[in-house]
Structures are given as structure tokens and as C-alpha cells.
């Protein structure tokens, strides 16, 4: 079997990540780590989002129990806000729309 | 002995001469996280933000990575200038650069021997590993001072 003449080629659109359905939402994600205390993430939840003490250890179990959790949602811009927040935290996190 | 503790307006620190040389070391640590190829601390100090979207996750570090850099370069710059041996205060905003750069220090460390996710057994390797037992003693400071930061945020 020979490779096609016309093999796939991923095209790089540059508009690719503006063309997805603006109505959704975007999703900040916190995945569970295995080096992060419980008790930092905690206060990284109260201190970044300013949530109460049982919201943010209800997130940090989301995370630890089901290895990663929605921690806020938003307009795409605030949430690569909040990753970058997290990021300096050492949390690890990511943004993805849906 | 406690060496964090939240006095009512600032954060008291507590040291002896080899807690403070040990700390002292983080900073030069830190900054040469991705000096050296395939550095496993810089990939995890500088995770993706787009896991599935390579464009996306381009252009977030093109437009954040310098950001990063310089907040935790003025972490490293405020812990270096507050840590040193014996009993004094620092301010709360110089107690998060602290846990920041004491947190950092953990996970480039642990990253760089390898242990990066789903190993929850990792801390049966502090007994015969230096840098592992450097961040079980990091994580039992972490854990002290965020107690104290707790306290401070009421």
C-alpha cells in the first residue's frame, strides 16, 4: 500500500479557536496531581476565587477523587485569566469550551 | 516549635541556620527550571492551557509565558530577600510569594525524579531519595504556612 498522493494534512486555521460556538461557555479545569498538598489547593480555591472554605474542599475532593474538576466558568479571557492564576500557583489547569 | 504562625497582622517565621540554608538554595533552584533540555520541571511548572488544541496553547504562551516568568521571578526576588535564619515577621502578600516558590521547589523537584501523576506512592521513595526527602520537609513547611495563611484570611 502506498500513501496517498493527497496524504492528510492537518491545515492550520488560524481562526480555528474563534470559530467554535461563541455561546458556550468556557471551563477552567483543575487536574488532580500527586505532589500538591490538599490543604494548599484549598487555600488556592479560597484565595483565587474567593470561596468559602467548604466550596473550595468540595473542589479540591472533585479533583482529587475524580482527577480533575470545573472550577469556574466564564468568558474564554477570564478563564485563560484564571489558568494563568492557577498556573502561578502550580496548579495544573487548562481552559476548554463546552 | 512551629515555624509559620499568623500573629493577628503579619506572619511569624521561625528558622534555625539549616532550615534557612536549605530554603536559601530555592530560588537559584527555580531559576534554572528549562535551562537544560527536556527539563520534566519546566513542563510542569509551564503546563499546557489547551490540552487538545496545539494552536490555541501557542498562542496562550506566547501571550502568558513572559507574565509568568517575571510573577515568579518577583516571588523568587521576595523570598530571597525576606528568608534567613532566626524568629521575625514577614507580611502576608511576602508569606504567599514564600508558599508559592516552597510549592514550586516541590514540584520541580518531584517532576524532575519522575513523578508527575497517578503515583500516590511516591512518598515510600522519601526514605532512600534526598531530593524527595527535600520535598516531604518543603511540604511539611507548606503545610504549616498555609495553616498560618488560613488563619490570616479569617
Do not use: K
Not at chain 2, 516541590?106 to 526514605?127: F, H, K, M, T, V
Amino acid at each position: 500500500m502506498t500513501a496517498p498522493a493527497e496524504a492528510p494534512i492537518r491545515v492550520d486555521d488560524p481562526e480555528s479557536t474563534e470559530s467554535r460556538d461563541p455561546g458556550l461557555p468556557w471551563n477552567v479545569v483543575v487536574w488532580n496531581d500527586p505532589v500538591n498538598l490538599m490543604d494548599y489547593v484549598v487555600w488556592v480555591f479560597r484565595r483565587l476565587f474567593g470561596h468559602s472554605e467548604q466550596e473550595a474542599t468540595r473542589l479540591m475532593l472533585a479533583v482529587h477523587h475524580e482527577g480533575r474538576a470545573v472550577v469556574a466558568s466564564g468568558p474564554r479571557e477570564r478563564c485563560e485569566l484564571d489558568v494563568y492564576r492557577l498556573h502561578h500557583h502550580g496548579l495544573w489547569a487548562t481552559l476548554e469550551q463546552g | 516549635m512551629t515555624p509559620f504562625a499568623w500573629n493577628g497582622h503579619s506572619i511569624t517565621v521561625r528558622l534555625d541556620e539549616h532550615e534557612a540554608s536549605l530554603l536559601a538554595r530555592l530560588p537559584l533552584l527555580l531559576a534554572g527550571v528549562g535551562l537544560e533540555a527536556d527539563d520534566a520541571a519546566a513542563g510542569r511548572l509551564y503546563p499546557a492551557a489547551y490540552e487538545e488544541d496545539e494552536e490555541a496553547d501557542g498562542e496562550y504562551r506566547r501571550l502568558m509565558t513572559g507574565e509568568l516568568d517575571r510573577a515568579r521571578s518577583e516571588d523568587r526576588d521576595v523570598f530571597a530577600e525576606t528568608v534567613r535564619r532566626g524568629r521575625y515577621a514577614i507580611a502576608v502578600s511576602d508569606a504567599e510569594a514564600w508558599l508559592r516558590v516552597i510549592g514550586d521547589a516541590r514540584l520541580a523537584l518531584a517532576a524532575r525524579r519522575g513523578i508527575l501523576e497517578g503515583s500516590d506512592e511516591w512518598e515510600q521513595l522519601i526514605r532512600i531519595d534526598p531530593d524527595l526527602a527535600l520535598v516531604a520537609w518543603l511540604g511539611h513547611l507548606q503545610a504549616v504556612l498555609v495553616d498560618a495563611l488560613a488563619d490570616a484570611m479569617g
